[in-house]
């Protein structure tokens, strides 16, 4: 699986950003799918998940409904809208496929696509 981030930008503080993440290959709607961040200077940390069927989601606390986090199986694409943006929200965003329960460990990794949040 390939996965290909795209929605990155520059915003303020209150704004929104919607973050896609297609992937190829036929097995898309197999995988659980989760989003991750790397702020400059910190540890990746994990967002957002949500089950292959797309029923069952999570989220980090930190994000927990600001964020949203949606699949298309379709057009194996996952999604993540960001709300109410702050600036601490400002980061590299990486997709993952397969990502295991414990919200760490995943078999695909995407490239990133920065994010930053201006006060």
């Known amino acids: 699986v390939q996965l290909q981030a795209s929605g990155g930008g520059l915003v303020q503080a209150g704004d929104s950003l919607r973050l896609s993440c297609a992937a190829s290959?036929?097995?898309?709607?197999?995988?659980?799918m989760g989003w991750f961040r790397q702020a400059p200077g910190k540890e990746r940390e994990f967002v957002a998940y949500?089950?292959?069927?797309?029923?069952?989601?999570y989220y980090a606390d930190s994000v927990k409904g600001r964020f949203t986090i949606s699949r298309d199986n379709a057009k194996n694409t996952v999604y993540l809208q960001m709300n109410s943006l702050k600036p601490e929200d400002t980061a590299v965003y990486y997709c993952?496929?397969?990502?295991?329960?414990?919200?760490?460990?995943?078999?695909?990794w995407g490239q990133g696509t920065l994010g930053t949040v201006s006060s």
């Open positions: 993952a496929a397969g990502l295991r329960s414990d919200y760490v460990r995943s078999d695909y």
């Open positions: 290959g036929r097995t898309f709607s197999s995988y659980a």
């Open positions: 949500i089950s292959w069927s797309g029923g069952s989601t």
